[in-house]
């Protein structure tokens, strides 16, 4: 079993829509979590960390369930700029991180 | 300030040729980390160097994969012999020492093994 899975979607919808990307992980002693965004043929980027409190960074925002082991991500009033591969990713207690296999969104006009 | 740099940005060899990758971190930053991607696969860990001593290297898939980091600054991966199931996407990646620091990725090399 993958320490992270994802589902691989294509989630494919309109500009506005809101979307909700879900992420399981196993290994409970995982301290960090984010969320990065990869852009075809491009590499990783920070999208934003994962708190159990929930935060939120303008259209985005990100929960971790500690106790179900649980991830989500929600964009709201999604822009075409959105389109991209979004990766979970938890950092393990040496700070390796450990990536899922990305959940593609195509944002269609 | 220049971000993560790797070059080639992508190379095509045959099976068993020599590769060598390079990885220039942010300056500054302590840890260094190399990634791989293979078709179809999640991005994984290969190794960490913090300054020029290897950390964690339990991700380097055999000993036909070496990497340096001499003097703490760049980093050299090189494959020798490459095989086919070589062939991906190697990510470098860089962080300041400390907890809870981000790491911030270079832009990638390709590397395709014939």
């Known amino acids: 079993r993958k320490e992270v899975e994802q589902d691989p979607g294509p989630f494919n919808v309109p500009e506005g829509a809101t979307v909700a990307f879900n992420c399981t992980y196993s290994n409970s002693a995982s301290q960090s979590f984010f969320w990065y965004r990869q852009d075809c043929r491009k590499e990783p980027k920070l999208l934003m960390s994962?708190?159990?409190s929930g935060n939120e960074d303008g259209r985005f925002t990100a929960q971790l369930n500690r106790a179900s082991q649980y991830i989500s991500l929600l964009i709201r009033d999604s822009k075409l700029s959105d389109s991209a591969t979004y990766l979970c990713?938890?950092?393990?207690?040496?700070?390796?991180?450990?990536f899922g296999s990305g959940t593609r969104l195509l944002v269609r006009p | 300030e220049a971000g993560v740099t790797q070059f080639p940005s992508h190379s095509v060899i045959e099976k068993g040729q020599t590769v060598t990758l390079r990885c220039d971190p942010i300056s500054g930053h302590d840890n260094l980390y190399w990634y791989r991607r293979v078709m179809g696969k999640e991005i994984k860990f290969l190794l960490h160097f913090v300054k020029e001593s290897k950390q964690d290297e339990s991700g380097m898939p055999n000993n036909r994969f070496l990497a340096e980091r001499t003097g703490g600054t760049y980093s050299t991966l090189k494959v020798q012999p490459a095989e086919l199931e070589d062939s991906g996407v190697y990510f470098c990646?860089?962080?300041?020492?400390?907890?809870?620091?981000?790491?911030?990725f270079g832009p990638g090399t390709r590397l395709l093994v014939l």
């Open positions: 990713v938890k950092e393990d207690s040496s700070y390796k991180l450990i």
């Open positions: 990646a860089s962080s300041l020492a400390g907890l809870l620091e981000t790491q911030y």
């Open positions: 994962v708190y159990s």
